[in-house]
């Protein structure tokens, strides 16, 4: 047993954190009182304690780096808990400053996505086939606009709610008939007289023979 010379209370010995220079082995505060006095002395002494730490970080930064890396690999749940509760804390700020190192470092970022796909081929083939099954219509539009802009068929007035609303229907009909429909430009955008517009007004739906048979042809 030990007397503590802060609270005056006699403690047992695992109360006392180790002092090399005490004749016991033993601080003369028990560990309740020194936590007390420690963060009473940080608080009055902040600019004094910054430069102490910053100073030891300094002088010590290999040794410290290998403790840290040492425990957090021996905790690695603890480090998962306390960074999601971190960034559930600040996630405007990690989310500003997560940006803000993507666009300082372009190379990392194309080369982690890279090695991201190469290592999970499985995974987007099957979440790629899983899109397509659940937008069907968004892709054929996408795909139809991608075209048209490639030929500078695309207006800037064009409705687009409309065009998604005619492949979405394209798409309908192909499943209630079980006949392949279309989604076909009335006057194409390749043919030798006239080139027409990817919009809402040159749309139409046909089956897929029908639309073949046209082959890009217009009769006006």
Known sequence: MKHCNLCKIIKHFDQFSKASRE???????????????????????????????AKYHAENKEKINKRVSN??????????ERSKRFYH????????????????NPNWKKEYSKKFR???????KKYEDYYWRKNQDKVYKKNAKRRAQ????TVKWANEDKILE??????????????????????PLINDKVCGLHCEDNLQILTASEN????????G
Request: glycine share 2%; proline share 0%; with cysteine.
């Open 23 to 53: 004749k016991d082995g033993l601080q003369d505060r028990c560990k309740l009182c020194q936590s007390k006095w420690s963060a009473e002395y940080r608080k009055l002494n902040k600019e004094k304690e910054q430069l102490r730490h």
């Open 71 to 80: 425990w957090q690999k021996e905790n690695k749940e603890k480090c998962r």
């Open 89 to 104: 804390n600040n996630k405007e700020k990690e989310k500003l400053r997560h940006k803000k190192w993507m666009e300082s």
């Open 118 to 124: 190469e290592n999970n081929r499985e995974y987007f």
């Open 150 to 153: 490639r030929l500078m068929a």
């Open 166 to 187: 005619i492949y979405k229907k394209c798409i309908e009909l192909t499943k209630k008939t079980g006949i392949i429909h279309h989604v076909d430009h009335i006057i």
């Open 212 to 219: 073949l048979s046209k082959n890009n042809s217009f009769e």
